[in-house]
């Protein structure tokens, strides 16, 4: 073991910069040292080539990570192959954040442990800028401003492969209580092909109990053993890693946890925020508060068969996790409406029983009687101090009783007299979406579409077991910042998910807003606790502005739920123009498309950001998507929207996340493998990927990519800021690619500048309101 010192130890960070500088020593890259030749870094090939005389393929990268409160013990191991016609003789080299250390690092090389250098930021600058200038290749310049450290050099012969393994040791960054830790994959970017495997798994031990566990860049797997000890994993195939991996936890003995994480990369606009809440889990499951469930299920004709049978099992499901002090009922209909009970029931052994015989006798037949099914489950609701969740399933669309969609949306609202919160699960593509939508909207909660090839069982029992033990109910946040006025108006505006929430044992609450006033700020969560009113309140820290780009993924899951909201409006209210302009600046600001500005995609489109123009065809387009409300297409509509509004992270809406697990448009990635492929290598490359509802298939928009907290258009074979006019294009500051001018933009201007000097293309960007093209 080495023990390194690393430059300008003053506080000790993890985390710089989640899309530049803000690098661990996770993940490196191989450079060749060959002065004879020009060797860029490899890109995935796009289109069949001759094979270059020196590339590599990053074939797998496998991390373990023991972090025990803020100490991380990282190993590493990546395997690269030559995929190069010639002998390379290489170093591998990983840039290290600016301003933390690494302690007790070992490098070793197929077995054998090679001498690694650190160089300070100065040092590796002038690495960095030779390594560009010789090969003409502005990749590097991605961690311009960061240290380094670097093998030895070492051949691999054509065809070769070589596994470098590192462990070492750092200090994550905590700030307001939240550990943060990141580890760095977008240099496997730089890569001939996808990799076979990548795997990571995090051990979290924590001297206080573990409240909130989140991933801002993946969709990881997360289990709990106690109180105080969890494993978080995220594992793939064919991937290209186009983010880095980040991971938030906090841990207290407080009975509920909050964390907030702002971002504000305009001080003249508002900010943008994370908010994460936990309850604390044994307290509640040691006294878990009584709750009502009511589960309404479709028998219509078009449930027999195989759907039948999960949906009974999805009841069934439900009855074996009910508690003591529960109250329950079971809904069925047809043409007709027929309950368990006439009234609620208390849940015991007995009861059950009886309920699991009643399931038992549901067949189907018959038509569709949402409206009276819906009236009768919510009229035996009669205690708004208990939490109530009506679970309605349905596989069609309304042909007895009531079938306008408008009156049974509001007989459904009349009825509802609790404010219980109704679960729908949409089955199969002949449902009407848009009706299930309109029913949640208003009823205070969710849809979920469960394609045909679906289990119904899995989907509803996923969501019971995330229900079960309600903690907190009709949650609301609020946000008060020192110094701030009455007359300044909330803190707070246009978060999601919008109105009153329920936190539940064993669930976390991620919200994201706007905000503002900066600074020093109290955050307050208020609701019921076994029917009594509570509040806890939480400091946090509101930023002035944000001088990097760490937490910009805030603003593009804002980004991406405000998107779902909109769409949701105009799905269910009608067109609306200010809402078209809106959907239309946040496809052009954050990159964001959809079915209704998938427009943007469109590479012979002269003036891409031109608002008029473009809200005309969106105009258009949701006018013509939005019309249907039964049948595949709409399905998947829905289902993609309901997507958005849920989102979880904002990176996995481009692949990963386009459907979450188990949700409908996962059938978007069961696609053949080059098809596969072409998306990893947009994603590689920034491209912005949208779902295609109409096809059902991820498409890549090549001349839309996202550079940190910028959205870039092609035009005329350069990449254009979105916020630049067609006028101030003609207008540019023209800076000499590799110049010297060039390289001290970072110095000027700041690290997150990084990211568009690294860009392989020409450039035109606004930087502090001046216009530069190289």
Not at 140 to 164: C, I, N, Q, Y
Not at 367 to 387: H, K, Q, V, Y
Not at 462 to 489: F, H, K, M, N, W
């Amino acid at each position: 073991m080495r023990s390194l010192s690393i430059f300008s130890i003053r506080a000790f960070t993890a985390v710089l910069i989640a899309s530049m500088a803000g690098l661990t020593a996770a993940q490196g890259l191989l450079v060749d040292i060959d002065s004879r030749h020009r060797v860029p870094l490899p890109r995935p090939i796009i289109q069949p080539r001759p094979t270059p005389p020196a590339s590599y393929k990053v074939e797998s990268i496998d991390v373990h990570v023991n972090l025990k409160d803020q100490v991380a013990q990282v190993g590493i191991s990546q395997t690269f192959q030559n995929t190069g016609s010639r002998q390379m003789e290489v170093c591998f080299v990983f840039p290290l954040p600016y301003d933390s250390a690494v302690d007790e690092l070992t490098l070793m090389v197929d077995g054998k442990e090679f001498e690694g250098k650190v160089l300070s930021a100065d040092e590796a600058r002038k690495l960095y800028e030779d390594i560009v200038r010789k090969n003409q290749d502005p990749a590097l310049l991605e961690w311009l401003g960061s240290g380094m450290v670097k093998t030895s050099v070492f051949p691999v012969p054509a065809g070769a492969k070589r596994t470098v393994s590192l462990h070492y040791t750092q200090l994550c960054r905590q700030s307001d209580g939240l550990t943060d830790l990141l580890l760095p994959l977008r240099t496997a970017r730089y890569t001939s092909g996808t990799l076979d495997s990548l795997s990571i798994t995090v051990a979290i031990e924590s001297s206080q109990p573990i409240k909130n566990i989140y991933s801002a860049s993946h969709a990881v797997e997360i289990k709990r053993n106690g109180e105080r000890r969890a494993v978080v994993k995220y594992e793939s195939k064919n991937e290209i890693p186009s983010a880095d991996f980040r991971l938030f936890y906090d841990a207290t003995a407080e009975g509920l946890a909050a964390s907030v994480v702002s971002y504000r990369p305009d001080a003249d606009d508002a900010g943008y925020f994370l908010l994460l809440a936990s309850p604390d889990i044994k307290a509640q499951e040691e006294n878990p508060p009584a709750k009502t469930v009511v589960f309404v299920v479709d028998r219509s004709g078009s449930m027999s068969g195989e759907k039948m049978d999960q949906a009974k099992g999805a009841i069934e499901f439900v009855l074996n996790n009910l508690r003591e002090g529960d109250t329950f009922n079971i809904v069925a209909y047809d043409g007709d409406v027929e309950a368990f009970r006439p009234e609620l029931e208390r849940f015991n052994n007995t009861t059950r029983e009886q309920a699991l015989g009643f399931v038992a006798g549901l067949y189907a037949g018959g038509s569709t009687n949402i409206a009276g099914a819906l009236e009768r489950a919510f009229g035996m609701l009669n205690d708004s101090s208990r939490p109530s969740y009506v679970v309605f399933l349905s596989d069609g669309i309304p042909t007895a009783g009531e079938t306008n969609e408008a009156k049974i949306v509001q007989a459904a609202g009349n009825t509802n007299s609790v404010r219980a919160r109704l679960f729908s699960f949409g089955v199969g593509y002949d449902v009407n979406s848009r009706l299930l939508d309109r029913l949640v909207r208003s009823n205070f909660g969710q849809s979920e579409y469960v394609r045909p090839d679906q289990d119904i069982e899995a989907s509803v029992s996923r969501l019971y077991r995330r229900i079960g033990t309600p903690v907190l109910t009709d949650v609301q946040l609020s946000l008060d910042v020192e110094g701030a006025q009455i007359a300044d108006g909330p803190i707070a505006s246009r978060t999601y998910p919008a109105g009153a929430f329920d936190l539940f044992a064993g669930d976390q609450a991620v919200i994201v807003g706007r905000y503002a006033q900066s600074g020093d700020a109290k955050v307050k969560l208020s609701g019921a606790v076994s029917g009594k009113e509570q509040s806890f309140d939480f400091p946090a820290k509101l930023v002035q502005h944000s001088s990097d780009d760490t937490n910009s993924f805030i603003a593009k899951l804002w980004a991406a739920r405000r998107v779902g909201e909109i769409i949701d409006e105009i799905d269910l209210n009608g067109k609306n123009d200010e809402l078209l302009e809106e959907l239309v600046n946040l496809a052009t600001k954050h990159g964001i498309l959809t079915q209704y500005t998938s427009f943007l995609a469109d590479e012979t489109l002269a003036a891409p950001t031109h608002l008029a123009d473009n809200v005309r065809r969106s105009a258009t387009a949701t006018r013509e998507a939005l019309a249907e409300t039964e049948g595949r297409y709409a399905f998947r509509q829905r289902a993609a929207k309901s997507n958005f509004k849920a989102a979880p992270q904002a990176d996995g809406l481009s692949l990963s996340g386009l459907g979450g697990r188990g949700n409908a448009v996962d059938e978007a990635l069961e696609m053949p493998a080059e098809d596969l492929v072409r998306v990893q290598q947009g994603l590689a490359y920034g491209n912005t990927l949208w779902f295609d509802a109409a096809n059902s298939r991820c498409e890549v928009a090549t001349n839309i990519m996202q550079c940190g907290r910028k959205t870039f258009f092609r035009q005329n074979n350069r990449w254009v800021d979105s916020s630049i006019t067609d006028e101030e294009q003609q207008h540019t500051n023209k800076v000499d690619r590799f110049s010297r001018e060039y390289f001290d933009l970072m110095a000027r201007y700041g690290s997150h500048v990084n990211q568009y000097l690294a860009i392989d293309d020409p450039v035109v960007v606004r930087l502090d309101g001046k216009v530069y093209e190289w």
